[in-house]
């Protein structure tokens, strides 16, 4: 990033930028800055105050609301730069704590600063705004032309990458080239918000006014239970596993008849046909044998 003259200085003046990076113009009112943005710049490009200032509060002269028209300027080119944009700030940059923010910022960013300064006469600049259709009047111009002596004086201190000095008769001689050199990993971007996070940090237009956004809500996910007590309720019924129940013994049945056994697929066994004295048998006396004593039967007397 360089400002290149020609051999011919009185013809042309090309100035180098780079994308991103930011650029401010310096000067008081009506000394040419909007004119030399819209000749040389895209409109979204250019982010002035008084466009933002009319956004914030439908009148772009009214000076009530510097705080959220600058939040507003801010915070657009901090979006763009997040995007590897270039970003034109058309205001008069007067004040050092107004140009330190832009500083910060491309710090944070590590982009290039660079600042145009207007130096035209405050004569010219008066003259200027009497053909204008919103004029300012002459004492507030005569007070930024003050403070912009001041601002020469101190502004080469501050940390700019480049200063670009130009006159009243310079106007129409630049020429602007820009580069293109993205960022590798743009810092400041904003990171995604969980699901069902609320945000409670306030825009940058409310900053300032002592007046906090209003809260929302954040419906929990669908897969996350209510808290309290409908958490209790919408749990599902846990029951402790119980031993496997013995099944009952199967009812005697008539002699040729199968034990039917209520909920089992099994085929029920058939019970074995009554002995010819005619008493009925059951499974239980027929699979165990009398207990003996020593190989003989209990209850016989063999001596």
């Given at each position: 990033m360089a400002q290149e003259q020609t051999p011919n200085e009185s013809k042309e003046k090309r100035v180098r930028l780079v994308r991103p990076s930011i650029v401010l113009?310096?000067?008081?009112?009506?000394?040419?800055?909007?004119?030399?943005?819209?000749?040389?710049?895209?409109?979204?490009?250019?982010?002035?105050?008084?466009?933002?200032?009319?956004?914030?509060?439908?009148?772009?002269?009214?000076?009530?609301?510097?705080?959220?028209?600058?939040?507003?300027?801010?915070?657009?080119?901090?979006?763009?730069?997040?995007?590897?944009?270039?970003?034109?700030?058309?205001?008069?940059?007067?004040?050092?704590?107004?140009?330190?923010?832009?500083?910060?910022?491309?710090?944070?960013?590590?982009?290039?600063?660079?600042?145009?300064?207007?130096?035209?006469?405050?004569?010219?600049?008066?003259?200027?705004?009497?053909?204008?259709?919103?004029?300012?009047?002459?004492?507030?111009?005569e007070r930024q032309h003050l403070?912009?002596?001041?601002?020469?004086?101190?502004?080469?201190?501050?940390?700019?990458?480049?200063?670009?000095?130009?006159?009243?008769?310079?106007?129409?001689?630049?020429?602007?080239?820009?580069?293109?050199?993205?960022?590798?990993?743009p810092a400041g971007m904003p990171a995604r918000r969980p699901q069902g996070e609320t945000r409670h940090t306030p825009r940058p237009w409310q900053q300032g006014t002592g007046r906090e956004p209003a809260v929302r809500e954040a419906k929990p996910p669908s897969h996350v239970h209510p808290p309290g007590a409908a958490r209790e309720q919408a749990k599902p019924e846990v029951r402790p596993a119980s031993p496997p129940s013995k099944a009952p013994p199967a009812p005697a049945t008539a002699p040729g008849e199968a034990a039917n056994v209520a909920g089992s697929s099994a085929p029920a066994e058939a019970l074995p046909p009554p002995s010819q004295s005619g008493t009925?048998?059951?499974?239980?006396?027929?699979?165990?044998?009398?207990?003996?004593?020593?190989?003989?039967?209990v209850g016989q007397n063999h001596s």
């Open positions: 113009l310096c000067g008081p009112a009506a000394c040419g800055k909007s004119t030399f943005a819209r000749r040389l710049f895209r409109p979204t490009q250019i982010i002035s105050s008084d466009w933002a200032r009319a956004r914030v509060c439908d009148d772009e002269r009214d000076q009530r609301f510097q705080t959220q028209a600058f939040a507003l300027v801010h915070y657009l080119a901090e979006l763009r730069l997040s995007l590897n944009r270039l970003c034109v700030v058309d205001s008069t940059a007067l004040t050092e704590h107004h140009r330190k923010e832009y500083l910060e910022l491309a710090k944070r960013f590590q982009v290039p600063c660079v600042v145009f300064l207007f130096d035209v006469p405050l004569e010219k600049c008066v003259e200027r705004d009497r053909s204008r259709p919103r004029t300012v009047g002459r004492p507030v111009i403070a912009f002596g001041q601002t020469k004086a101190d502004i080469r201190q501050e940390g700019f990458d480049e200063i670009i000095e130009l006159g009243d008769e310079d106007m129409d001689k630049v020429q602007i080239e820009i580069i293109f050199r993205p960022i590798s990993q009925q048998t059951t499974p239980s006396e027929t699979a165990t044998p009398p207990a003996t004593s020593q190989g003989k039967p």
